[in-house]
């Protein structure tokens, strides 16, 4: 039987919002009514889609309110929605606030009106969580949840330990649509970036610090003085001027291309050889299993889920958050020995249909939604 499901995200670029949207997407292919309620449309939700609606939290202004009252407006939208549209369940993905307005939503509407599932990402739950004037709302609103996921086995010890929570919950990783994510023709771009055969070296994140992206930068200016090779940085935020100082400092400023926000990824890592994720904390790495699926081996940092996606010496290498001379000795060894570098691009693709192909993780949350409301 059909469900009618509400989902709550974070709609800017962003691994949450990404995971939130494509799930959104794939329950709607599935006869699901979807509603998408946030404060602007979700980054990968463009033109009309059959059973997806896009409901938009209205914010008034008052001259009092000096700081936005989002958690408020939300919940109220969250209301408005559920009752107008009749919905059996709400899906919140990214705890802060999100949890926390919806359980406002249910207890205004009656527990019985409306199911809750909240999906912990990441910072929501290492970082931003833990503070101390977010803490005690965060631990109450992820157990008055009905049913609580998270994307790594990592990240459920933490939130279990970090916050003393005694409820179960649900380990569903992130998910790649391997039909869509395929290693392509990457030629007319590798002749634009790297027109002499250099190898081609990739990284994509939202350049927040903790995605370490200076690391990124040192590790190529080590592997570019062994193997002739470019570097392709995609996204954008806080670190990005950063990254382009460094590079003018080491004098790299023409071996790497800073491509901002791009919208089509898999033409990008069809044209690259190596995937570089070096994050100080990542629950999941969402980016780093896309670019698997894409048939480009990861060299990542050995924090949070990675080693739940990246198979050292099989898909890829990880090791210690900021040993760069480690993370660089493993990508010029995969770049200096093709036939091994192509094993590991193989074995990251199967790895990425068999484990977390969309229609396996799909099939995991439209389960878990129904023990959830019990049907
Ligand atoms: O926690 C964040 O940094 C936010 C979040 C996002 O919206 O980008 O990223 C997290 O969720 C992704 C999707 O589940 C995971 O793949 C990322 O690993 C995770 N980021 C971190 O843990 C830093």
Redesign the pocket.
Known sequence: MSMKIGITC?PTY????V?ATELGKELAKRGHEVHFISYAVPMRLNGFIKNVFYHEVEMAQYPLFEFPLYTTALASKMIDVAQFEYLDLLHVH?AIPHATSAYLAREILGRDRLKIVTTL????I?LVGLEPSYLPVMKFSIEQSDGVTA?SRFLREKTLTNYGINKSIEVIP?FVDVKLYRRGNGEAIRKVIAPKGERVLVHVS?FRA?KRVTDVIRIFDVVRKSVPSKLVLVGDGPDRSVCEKLCHDLGIDHEVRFLGKQTNLVEIHSASDLFLMP?Q??????SALEAMACEVPVVSSSV?GLPELVVHGETGYIAEIGDIDRMARYAIDLLRNEEKRLRFAEAGRRRAVEQFNSEKIVDQYETYYRTVLGK
Do not use: I, Q, W
């Open positions: 974070y962003g691994g949450s919002g995971v990214y990402h990441g910072t929501d290492t994307v992130n939202n903790v994050s904390s990542e629950s999941f790495g969402l949070g």
